[in-house]
């Protein structure tokens, strides 16, 4: 297993940028896919975007596609969600989650707790 903390999240107004950060620790980050989801209360966990464990792939949602940029720093054990031109519906709890297959739905072995964003219109 491997344990995941995201950080990051916050209140921004619409137009601007945040960037989560999700801190893997207690395997080998580099051997591992991971993905960011997000979820607002009544609703499915939604995908986001995913990246294998090289970082040579992507996968993006075409809600974010354009605006979000996912990356990772396997030498740092950290992925990034670098979010651009937020927008009101993009206010979610977004969490990380790693697994040792690509995947871009939410059967993934490893979550984060979460880490709330507000966009503001």
């Known amino acids: 297993q491997v344990q995941l903390v995201e950080s990051g999240g916050g209140l921004v107004q619409a137009g601007g940028s945040l960037r989560l950060s999700c801190a893997a620790s207690?395997?080998?980050?580099?051997?591992?896919?991971a993905g960011w989801f997000r979820q607002v209360p009544g609703k499915e966990r939604e995908f986001v975007a995913a990246?294998?464990?090289?970082?040579?792939?992507?996968r993006y949602a075409d809600s974010v596609k354009g605006r979000f940029t996912i990356s990772r720093d396997n030498a740092k054990n950290t992925v990034y969600l670098q979010m651009n031109n937020l927008k009101p519906e993009d206010t979610a709890a977004y969490y990380c989650?790693?697994?040792?297959?690509?995947?871009?739905?939410?059967?993934?072995?490893?979550w984060g707790q979460g880490t709330q964003v507000t966009v503001s219109s």
């Open positions: 989650a790693a697994d040792a297959s690509f995947k871009t739905t939410p059967e993934y072995a490893s």
């Open positions: 207690g395997r080998p980050f580099s051997t591992l896919c």
């Open positions: 990246i294998s464990w090289s970082g040579g792939t992507t």
